[in-house]
Structures are given as structure tokens and as C-alpha cells.
């Protein structure tokens, strides 16, 4: 297995957990309420209120929760069509995300994205993306643009482990590494890409050794464990803030859920008992039961996030539902760019 | 499901129709254009045929009976078939004119503003390019009457070139008819306006000429000398030779459309032929191409069909210009009332023989007065007595007509 | 004026440009040491340093996604291709990302970038090195499709092409480079999207583009000398098309044939008759006759290729048959 080549010793938030009260507990409260959001979410799907491809994060919580909370806000979040978690996580509502998926005016594409092009500017979330593997070079373009414009932004890419075999990521991962661009590669790694398991599509099962053939620190991370997430995280950040070039984290997750909405969370590929050994080491659980072993949570707060995030996805779904559609002129606006006025 | 026979519109004007008589019994076996019943309608006699295939279930109406427009008199359809409640009556009023039935029974008649013969039916088997169909369409040319020299006989522009307007040697067939819209200048449409005013709808004035008869008297007595059928009457040469003078003088060829003026192409001559009842102008087609014999022939077949009523409705509707001979009747002179949208119309009376003084001469010689009825929002006086003195020229030189 | 070729004149609208507005890069294989697989990039290294003029490794889907991606945040790249047959493995980023991440964004994010290089065939590369791809280019919602076919037109083009707040393909020619021409001194942009008329005529219209440009001006030449009057419309930009240049000069001269270098299967020359029969109809005097390459791989052969390709010859005879002299 390989591990980061930086060994130093880092300031490790396990042992001085009280000083992390008012974090962790923003970290739980982000994960319950993606996990909520993404139950409603299915529930909308089954009923109709969503179309199209539709991918839960149920269970991957933690790698969106870890990673993005080491980021400032400027930097570059990009990710492939599993990116509810994600976008809720980089702080983007929960009510312009449900919106979106309900394909309203509301959404944070207007309706024109849906559930697979999450998009928010301002919050430097690009996406959202559908073609595996093809956000990896743009997340490297983003590295490229701050570099160039030498602005100590950096730029985060998820994707999935499937997407570690596809030469968008040899490409990307070579030229960042060649140029070292400010850039961190997550592999978000399930265990599958739609039900083909690890083993089955690559020599290596350990994808983080593919860093070393570009030149580049790889790490492979507990990705059940939000605190681990993170701490690794902080690690590729400053790497790439001090201008030393990319990660690749190979963050090692599991979704409880299908591969998208058409298939059963087990069957063919997989099997229930396999998805019940990982609901052991759900990751909500697993941060609860740190906080409560730190005295930092007890009943009445869980409680009281608990039905935070209740209302505040309930709230998404009654506004989502209300809101408007696109009017039918959206049909044919933003495929080019307004006309300037002069140059 | 049976399918109604309804009375359909077989004249442009026609409100109501006579059924006349049935031709079908019920239980015959009928199939989609036989002949159902012979209906009168405000001008002749026309057929009512199947619009479907099957057996006569029944005749609502009786041979005799009069019955509006679109109302069913009949209903056709499987042997053995009953046909809807209620069908089996008369009904009180018409079914609503947008009921399907209707619809498909009913062929639309033509409109009575602009009775054009079925446009481009002609052109549809020529092969033309679009801009030949286009040009040919402005400049009033026959497609059909040009050599195409494309592949497969194409039109193409260049053919168009040097063509004129009335192509030599056409066939003169029910074809395509053409025609140029004027827009109404501001002096024309004054002129319109206080003629208008003056004197009625159509403000009309009249111009009468007398004609020397003696050549086309000569004329004719050697042609039927030589052939008992060349027979011809003087309203055929009068006719000839109107149809010759209105391509000379397109604006007496023409049609007032309120706001425009139609100046037609073709020349569409009506003949009105006096019937038991009154008078139909049955209606000599592109009479400028035709010969005196095709003329001849075609007004005494059409005014025995006229009057025996077997007109069918484009057979009387359409003409751009009219001529009314009561010569026949031993009238001298009179003036006719022009008939819209045309905007003129001749009025021919008797031959006689009469003294004319003639190179300082006194002469017996065949004279004829013809007056001619102009619309003067359309024909001034100058425009009407070129064209009479066109056709005065022509009936005293008949030769002129075949130069 | 000064004569210029095709090559300086690409070269002086990207100095030009880089020169204006420190956003624009140069980045692609062989632009910056070796000065451009083609020379278009020559000298731009030295006045503009590496951080502006990138030498990539062989990666055209990685350095493609990182133009789209540095463009989405603000930057206006100018990516080379060395030909436009090695695009295609850059092609999901072009029509999955940089044509359509302005609409998936409901207007939010842009994609100002330029991929550009040569484009179709040379002489005798064989099957894979040429090929003319603009009509797979033209067919996409959100992308601009460039194709100047003279120096001052490239000039002009390319220039506009950089400024465009789109993402356009921007298509030159290998046979192209060396061809020389007149280019205003001044500094100009030729807007995209409007055609130009290369030659007046009455009697038919040529519509080409890029490589079909000279040998349809030549082939007006030929048939001026038997009496027929040609008029040449250089599209100059596909998409978007100067549906109204093509419409006025068809319903001035009746007759019309399109004339391009690739295939003629859904190729851009269908768009342009499409247009025309539905826009025109009635102006037509002669059905629209194609001509483009046959539709087979190129031939290696030099016989073979030039029987497959495009000349003056082949458009002054569907010239004459579309004004019937054949």
C-alpha cells in the first residue's frame, strides 16, 4: 500500500478533540444533511418529481465532508455525476441542489443541468460532469489557470476509481505532475464502477501506486473516517499551496445504495451481506461515536441536528416543488455567449 | 358505419338543388363516382355521384324534391346495414357545415370572385425548374406550350427568353390561366371612386360603331360553298375576332377587383345563350387560340348543353369578356350590362342591307351596330374605341384574322 | 499592404493578440521550442516566455481539458492542434465540455477558447492524415466553426476568433501555410459569420471554403472563357453560416454548386443546399450540385488522391451542368 512520501509529523485532531467541538459538529451536521437530502432525493425519484440519471452519495458522505472542508473559498471543486454530496458540502443550498434536480428555474443551473451538471460559480463548483473521467483534465485546467495567474488557488477533482483507468487521467495526471499545478486528484473509490469491482478493471488494486508513475505523491485514505479524510486532505493542500504540485488520494469509500437509480444496492455484482458490513462503518456513525467518546454530542444534539436538517431538507423539497419552470425562451439561451457591445 | 348523401354545391351560387331524379334504386350496389341522382341546380342539371362504395340503403328524399344544400338524402353503406336514427327523415336543418360528412361530400366550390380554371393542372405534368414556374407565372407564359431544353425536357430559364405571353401554336386546352394583378393607381382609383358616386357600382358607358359586313358576308358564302360543315355563324367571327382584339387591348381582357385590376392572359369568352328560363354564358376558352372552326363547333355543343342544363359549372363561370348578339332576334342596336367582375361587354345587333355612301358612292351593303359596355373605373373612352376599332377592322377584313 | 503568407499572417494575429491581452496563451505540441509543427508559432516563445507558449506532451484529450479548463475560469487559450485528425482524441472535451458547458450551467460559466491548426488533406499522407472534419464541428450547438481560406482573411479571422467569448474551431490548411496574399497593415478583425464574396458573377453561384476557394475562382476563370459569369462566395466562417450572403447571390444567378474538401455525406455542403431549397426554392434554375471528396479513406496513391479530391476541373463541370452547357 502506499503512503505519502511527506512523513513528517502534523498536529492530529484525534488527540485534541475538544478543541475541534464546533468543526466535527459542523462535519456531522453536513453529513446528516446530505444523507437526508439524498433520501428525499430518491423518494422524489421514485415518484417522479426527478428525471434522467439520478446518483446517490448515500454512504460516501464523509470524502465530500473531509475534503472540501480543507479548502478555502476561491479555490476549484470538480467532480463527475455523483455530486449532490459534493455540492451541498461546498456549501451551495440545499434548495437551489433540490431545484436542480427537479429540473427547475430555481436550480443552480436554471433546470438545464439536473441531477449530473451541478454548477455554481461563485462557489467555484464546475460541475458536475457526465463523461467518465473527462473532468480530470479540466480540474488540471483550473490548477493551470491559477498558476498562471498566480493566485494560490488550487483545484480538487473527484472521480471515481473507474474513472483511474481511462486516459483522461493518465493525461491529466502527467501533464499536472510535469507542470506541478496546484492540484488535488481524489479517487473517490467505491469499490465500483457501476458493477464491475476494482479487481475486475485493474492489474493493481492499490490505485494510489499509479502516482508514482507520474511523479506524484500518492496516499490511500480511510474514507468512512471523516477526521482521516481530512487530515489527509489538509496535507495535499498544502502541497499544492506551496507550489511542491498534485496528490493523487485514493479515498477508499462504499456506497449503500445502486449504482444509480435503476439497480437494486445489491444483487448480481455485490452481495447484502457485503452492504451491511460497510452500514457497520457508516461514516455518520463513525464520527458520532468519536464525538460521544470525547463528550463532545449527546442524545438531545444529535437530536437537535437531526431535525435541523429534517426541516432544512423538507424546506428544499416544498420549494422545489413550487418553484417555476424554466420559461420556454430558456430553450434557446446560454448556447452562445451574449453578443459584446464592442470590443 | 353508413355514410350520408348529402346535397352538395354543384354551381357556385347554388343554395338549394332539386333532386330531379334518382338513378339508384335502394339495394342497388353503388361504388364511389356512379351517378346517384341527377339534381337541377340554379343554372342546369348536374350529377350527384357516390363519395363511397357500397349498397343505396336509402333515399331520404323523393324524385322532385328541393332540399338545401348539405342536407342528406340518401345514405349509402353495407348490405343489410341500418342506417342511424333518425336518418331515415329529412331533417329539419342542415347539418353544421363542419361536419365531417359534409366536408368530404361537399367539393368546394369555386369562389365566385375568381372562378380562375384549376390553376397549374396543366403545369403539373410539365417539368419546369422553380424560377421558369416563378418567371412564367409573372409573365403570363403557358409552361406547357414551351420546349424545355433541360434534361427531360426541363423548363429552365433560358427557354423562357424571347417567349411571349401568348405562345404561337398552343393547343388551346383547359389549361392553366394566366394573369397579371395591376395595383390601383391613385388616379385610377379616384376615377373609380366618383364614377362610382356619379352613376352606380359599376359606372358604365356606352360606344357604338357600325360595321361593314360584306367581306365576312363574302367570306362565309365561299367557305360554305366549298363545305357544308364549315358552317359559321357571325357571332362565331365576332367572336374570333373579339378574342384577337382583346389580346391587343389587355385592359378591356380584364377583371375589377376592388382593389386591383386583373388583366387576364387568357381570353375566356362568354357567349350568352338565351335558355327557357333566361341566360347562361357558357364560355369559349381561350378563344384567341382557337380556330374559326374549334369556335364554331364548341358555341353550338355548349349552347345545346345550355340549354338542355347539362352545363357543368366551369363551363359557365370564368370568362373575361362577353359577347351578347341579339342579331338573331332582329334587333338593330341595343346595350348590354356588363357582367362583374368583367369589365366590358358587346352587344351586337342584326346584319341589314342598307345604303352607304361609299367612294362618293351610294352602295347597298350589309351593316352591323355593335355597342360595347365599358366599366369606366377600368376601359376609359379612349381604351374602348381602340379596341372597337381593333375588332371593326377585323370583321371588315377577315383575313386579318388568320395574318 | 504588405504580402504576407497565410503562416505570417496567423502568426502576426496571435503576437498581435497575446500582445493585447495577457489572458491569451499559446499551448499545444511543438509550439514553443520547435516554433510550431508548421512554423505558424515561430518566434512567439521568444517575445512571449514559457509560461505563455506551453509545449505539451503528445496528450491531445489532457491538454485540450486543461485549455476547456483554464478557459472556464477566465483564460483564453489558444490551443493548436497539430492537425485537426488528432483532435478527435481530444473531441469529448471539444463537444462534451467546452460547446455545452455554458447552457449545462444555465449561462454561468463560459468557454472563450480557440482550437485551431490545419485541417484536411496535404498531398499524399494517406488516410488518416487527411481529412476535413468541419462539418462534425459545425454540427454542434455552442461551437463557432472558422475556416479563412486567404492570408487576410486568416489574419483577420483568427484575431476575432481570440476575442470570441466562445469556443471556436478554427481550421487552417497544410496546403494553405505558404499560400501569399495582401494584409492591411492596420490592425483589423474580419467578424465571424460573414461571407465573402471572392468573385462577382451572374450566371451560377460557387459556395466554398478554405482549400475550395482557389480552385473555384479557378474554375470562374476557365468558364468566363466560355461566356459564363460565376459568382464565388467564400463562407469563410461555418458556423454560424451567412445564410443571407448564400440566399443573395442564389436568387441573383439561379444556379448553384457547393464545393468542399471532405465527404460529402452530412457534410457542410448539405447544410448550404438544405438552406437554399427551403429559403429559395423558387429561385432555382438547376438542381444544387456537391462536389467534395469521394467518399472513400484517401488513397495514398497520387493518382488515386487527386481522383479523389476536389479541383478546378471538377467544379467547372458541375458548373456547366448546372447551367445546362454540358
Not at chain 2, 207 to 214: K, Y
Not at chain 2, 219 to 232: I, T
Not at chain 2, 251 to 269: E, Y
Amino acid at each position: 500500500m502506499a503512503v505519502s512520501t511527506d512523513t513528517a509529523p502534523r498536529p492530529t485532531r484525534r488527540a485534541d478533540a475538544d478543541a475541534y467541538r464546533d468543526e466535527w459538529t459542523d462535519w456531522l451536521r453536513m453529513m446528516l444533511l446530505i444523507r437526508r437530502f439524498e433520501e428525499r432525493a430518491g423518494e422524489a425519484y421514485s415518484i417522479g418529481h426527478i428525471g434522467g440519471f439520478c446518483h446517490l452519495y448515500i454512504g460516501q458522505e464523509a470524502v465530500a465532508v473531509g475534503t472540501i472542508s480543507a479548502l478555502r473559498d476561491d479555490d476549484y471543486v470538480i467532480s463527475a455525476y455523483r455530486e449532490h454530496g459534493q455540492a451541498l458540502a461546498r456549501g451551495m443550498t440545499a434548495r437551489s441542489v433540490m431545484a436542480e434536480l427537479f429540473g427547475k428555474a430555481t436550480g443552480c443551473s436554471g433546470g438545464k443541468g439536473g441531477s449530473m451538471h451541478l454548477f455554481d460559480l461563485e462557489r467555484g463548483f464546475m460541475g458536475g460532469h457526465g463523461i467518465v473521467g473527462g473532468q480530470i483534465p479540466l480540474g488540471a485546467g483550473f490548477a493551470f489557470a491559477a498558476k498562471y495567474r498566480e493566485t494560490e488557488q488550487l483545484s480538487l477533482t473527484y472521480f471515481g476509481e473507474a474513472a483511474a483507468n481511462i486516459g483522461s487521467f493518465h493525461e491529466a495526471l502527467n501533464i499536472a505532475a510535469l507542470w506541478k499545478l496546484p492540484a488535488i486528484f481524489v479517487i473517490e473509490n467505491n469499490g465500483y464502477g457501476m458493477g464491475t469491482a476494482v479487481r475486475r478493471s485493474a492489474a493493481i488494486t492499490d490505485l494510489a501506486d499509479r502516482a508514482a508513475s507520474y511523479g506524484m505523491p500518492g496516499v490511500v485514505v480511510d474514507g468512512q473516517d471523516v477526521i482521516a479524510v481530512r487530515e489527509a486532505t489538509d496535507e495535499a493542500v498544502a502541497r499544492a499551496r506551496a507550489g511542491e504540485g498534485p496528490t493523487l488520494m485514493d479515498i477508499r469509500t462504499y456506497r449503500y445504495v445502486g449504482h444509480s437509480m435503476s439497480d437494486a444496492p445489491h444483487g448480481t455484482y455485490r452481495s447484502k451481506d457485503e452492504v451491511e458490513e460497510f452500514r457497520q462503518r457508516d461514516p455518520i456513525l463513525v464520527l458520532e461515536e468519536r464525538m460521544r467518546e470525547a463528550g463532545l454530542l449527546d442524545d438531545a444534539a444529535l437530536e437537535a441536528l437531526e431535525a435541523e436538517v429534517t426541516a432544512e431538507v423538507a424546506d428544499a423539497v416544498q420549494f422545489a416543488e413550487e418553484s417555476p419552470e424554466p420559461d420556454a425562451d430558456q430553450l434557446w439561451t446560454d448556447v452562445l455567449a451574449p453578443v459584446k457591445e464592442n470590443d | 358505419m353508413a355514410t350520408k348523401v348529402v346535397m352538395e354545391a354543384l354551381s357556385p351560387t347554388m343554395e338549394e338543388g332539386r333532386l330531379v331524379e334518382w338513378k339508384k334504386a335502394e339495394g342497388d350496389a353503388v361504388a364511389t363516382g356512379d351517378v346517384l341522382a341527377e339534381v337541377e341546380t340554379d343554372k342546369a342539371v348536374m350529377e350527384l355521384v357516390a363519395r363511397a362504395d357500397g349498397v343505396l340503403l336509402k333515399r331520404v328524399v323523393a324524385d322532385g324534391d328541393t332540399v338545401p344544400v348539405a342536407q342528406v338524402v340518401g345514405w349509402i353503406g353495407a348490405e343489410g346495414e341500418t342506417i342511424p336514427e333518425g336518418g331515415g327523415t329529412a331533417p329539419a336543418a342542415a347539418p353544421p357545415a363542419k361536419e365531417k360528412d359534409k366536408a368530404e361530400a361537399a367539393p368546394s366550390a369555386p369562389e365566385p370572385a375568381a372562378p380562375a380554371p384549376a390553376p397549374a393542372a396543366g403545369n403539373d405534368r410539365v417539368k419546369a425548374s422553380p424560377v421558369a414556374r416563378k418567371i412564367a407565372a409573372e409573365r403570363g407564359l403557358d409552361l406547357g406550350s414551351i420546349a424545355g431544353s433541360g434534361p427531360d425536357g426541363r423548363v429552365i430559364m433560358r427557354d423562357l427568353e424571347g417567349a411571349t405571353a401568348k405562345p404561337a401554336a398552343a393547343a388551346a386546352t383547359i389549361g392553366a390561366s394566366v394573369f397579371t394583378d395591376l395595383p390601383l393607381s391613385q388616379m385610377r382609383k379616384t376615377i373609380a371612386k366618383r364614377l362610382v358616386q356619379s352613376i352606380g357600382p359599376i359606372p358604365t358607358f356606352y360606344l357604338t360603331v357600325e360595321v361593314d359586313m360584306e367581306r365576312a358576308h363574302e367570306a362565309r358564302e365561299a367557305l360554305l360553298a366549298r363545305d357544308d360543315k364549315g358552317k359559321f355563324s357571325f357571332n362565331d367571327l365576332i367572336i374570333r375576332a373579339s378574342a384577337e382584339a382583346l389580346t391587343r387591348h389587355p385592359f378591356v381582357n380584364a377583371w375589377w377587383m376592388d382593389d386591383k385590376i386583373r388583366q387576364w392572359q387568357d381570353v375566356h369568352v362568354g357567349v350568352a345563350v338565351a335558355v327557357d328560363e333566361g341566360l347562361i354564358t357558357p364560355i369559349i376558352r381561350h378563344a384567341d387560340r382557337k380556330t374559326l372552326r374549334e369556335i364554331a363547333g364548341e358555341v353550338r355543343e355548349l349552347a345545346g348543353r345550355a340549354r338542355a342544363k347539362k352545363l357543368a359549372p366551369e363551363e359557365y363561370t370564368g370568362a373575361t369578356f362577353t359577347v351578347s348578339n341579339l342579331g338573331m332576334f332582329g334587333i338593330d342596336d341595343f346595350t348590354a350590362i356588363i357582367n362583374p367582375p368583367e369589365v366590358a361587354i358587346l352587344a351586337v345587333g342584326r346584319i341589314e342591307q342598307k345604303p352607304v355612301v361609299a367612294n362618293g358612292e351610294l352602295e347597298i351593303r350589309r351593316r352591323m351596330r355593335m355597342t360595347l359596355s365599358c366599366d369606366h373605373r377600368v376601359v376609359d373612352g379612349a381604351t374602348g374605341a381602340q379596341f372597337l376599332k381593333t375588332l371593326v377592322e377585323m370583321l371588315e377584313n377577315p383575313l386579318a384574322l388568320v395574318w | 499592404m504588405a504580402t504576407l503568407t497565410y503562416r505570417d499572417a496567423l502568426n502576426a494575429a496571435l503576437r498581435e493578440e497575446m500582445q493585447r491581452d495577457g489572458d491569451v496563451y499559446l499551448m499545444g505540441e511543438e509550439v514553443a521550442e520547435y516554433n510550431g509543427a508548421y512554423k505558424v508559432s515561430r518566434g512567439l516563445l521568444e517575445e512571449f516566455g514559457a509560461k505563455r507558449v506551453v509545449d505539451t506532451p503528445i496528450a491531445e484529450l489532457g491538454f485540450a481539458g486543461i485549455g476547456v479548463g483554464s478557459a472556464m475560469v477566465g483564460l483564453r487559450p489558444v490551443v493548436e492542434m497539430m492537425t485537426w485528425n488528432f483532435a478527435l482524441l481530444a473531441i469529448d472535451q471539444i463537444v462534451n465540455v467546452a460547446a455545452k458547458i455554458r447552457y449545462m450551467s444555465g449561462g454561468q460559466i463560459g468557454c472563450p477558447i480557440v482550437f485551431r491548426g490545419p485541417g484536411g488533406a496535404a498531398l499524399q499522407l494517406g488516410a488518416q492524415h487527411s481529412q476535413a472534419f468541419e462539418s462534425w464541428y459545425a454540427h454542434i450547438p455552442g461551437l463557432k466553426v472558422v475556416m479563412p481560406a486567404t492570408p487576410a482573411d486568416a489574419k483577420g479571422l483568427l484575431k476575432s476568433a481570440i476575442r470570441d467569448d466562445n469556443p471556436v474551431i478554427f481550421i487552417e490548411g497544410e496546403m494553405l501555410y505558404n499560400l501569399k496574399g495582401e494584409v492591411p497593415d492596420e490592425e483589423y478583425l474580419i467578424p465571424l459569420g460573414v461571407a465573402d464574396i471572392k468573385r462577382e458573377g451572374a450566371d451560377a453561384t460557387i459556395v466554398c471554403h478554405s482549400k475550395t476557394v482557389a480552385p473555384a475562382l479557378n474554375a470562374a476563370k476557365t468558364l468566363e472563357d466560355e461566356g459564363l459569369d460565376v459568382e464565388v462566395i467564400d463562407l469563410r466562417t461555418i458556423r454560424p453560416l451567412d445564410e443571407a450572403a448564400v440566399l443573395r447571390s442564389v436568387r441573383k444567378t439561379h444556379r448553384l454548386v457547393i464545393a468542399e474538401e471532405g465527404w460529402g455525406f452530412a457534410g457542410v455542403g448539405a447544410q448550404v443546399a438544405d438552406l437554399v431549397q427551403r429559403e429559395a426554392f423558387d429561385d432555382l434554375d438547376a438542381p444544387v450540385i456537391r462536389v467534395h471528396q469521394a467518399d472513400v479513406p484517401m488513397p495514398y496513391n497520387k493518382h488515386l488522391e487527386k481522383a479523389a479530391k476536389v479541383d478546378a476541373t471538377k467544379i467547372a463541370a458541375a458548373v456547366r451542368t448546372v447551367c445546362y452547357r454540358d
